[in-house]
Antibody
Framework: EVQLLESGGDLVQPGGSLRLSCTAS????????MNWVRQAPGKGLEWVSG????????YYADSVKGRFTISRDNSKNTLYLQMSSLRADDTAVYYC??????????????WGRGTLVTVSS | DIQMTQSPSSLSASVGDRVTITCRAS??????LAWYQQKPGRVPKLLIY???TLQSGVPSRFSGSGSGTVFTLTLNSLQPEDVATYYC?????????FGQGTRLEIK
């Protein structure tokens, strides 16, 4: 059974940093691209970032480019999102999301339960 | 970047009705289109990928069609458990943009 477990969400001040983690199990982690998708309170889904199965190719939404860094450790079956220069509009539930294929051009077929990031003073 | 626009933003229908949601891409995306269902308080769930391929385990009353710039999600014989917000997403290339969502309620 595929499981994705996010952690690291917290209350952080504007301008601060945070690192999210997602531990995966139930599938061959390095065979699949992974994504981060967020959802602000009461709002829709927003794709944040993605990277290929081997971690060589990364992509970012314009809203986070230059502030967030996605990475993965395939030896630990773990996906990361390093977030810096956080702003109030980064407040959201962040979902770890597994793609159907090795490359990023694939739909998401599994989602974690999400971790809440709140940016506020 | 390619924009994804869903219509309507919300709709209300009766149990047993046929419901159609449309998703339009600002540029052609071939069939790189997925539909997700998010029930209140729940995690999103993949319904359809490749514009028309039903994800395993999804009831056959759900179907998808379209290619290029116009796509539709159809629910035949609406059930009470279908109350949810539905999102389309394009995934041909980054950014993997979602539509704004369509909220479906039961009359």
């Amino acid at each position: 059974e595929v499981q994705l477990l996010e952690s690291g969400g917290d209350l952080v001040q504007p301008g601060g940093s945070l690192r999210l983690s997602c531990t995966a199990s139930g599938f061959t982690f390095n065979n699949y691209a992974m994504n981060w998708v967020r959802q602000a309170p009461g709002k829709g889904l927003e794709w944040v970032s993605g990277l290929s199965g081997g971690g060589e190719i990364t992509y970012y939404a314009d809203s986070v480019k230059g502030r967030f860094t996605i990475s993965r450790d395939n030896s630990k079956n773990t996906l990361y999102l390093q977030m810096s220069s956080l702003r109030a509009d980064d407040t959201a539930v962040y979902y770890c999301a597994k793609a159907r294929g090795l490359g990023i051009a694939a739909a998401v077929n599994y989602w974690g339960r999400g971790t809440l990031v709140t940016v506020s003073s | 970047d390619i924009q994804m626009t869903q219509s309507p933003s919300s709709l209300s229908a009766s149990v047993g009705d046929r419901v159609t949601i449309t998703c339009r891409a600002s540029q052609g995306i071939s069939n790189y289109l997925a539909w997700y269902q998010q029930k209140p308080g729940r995690v999103p769930k993949l319904l359809i990928y490749g514009a028309s391929t039903l994800q395993s385990g999804v009831p056959s009353r759900f179907s998808g069609s379209g290619s290029g710039t116009v796509f539709t999600l159809t629910l035949n014989s609406l059930q009470p458990e279908d109350v949810a917000t539905y999102y389309c997403q394009k995934y041909n290339s980054a950014p993997l943009t979602f539509g704004q969502g369509t909220r479906l309620e039961i009359k």
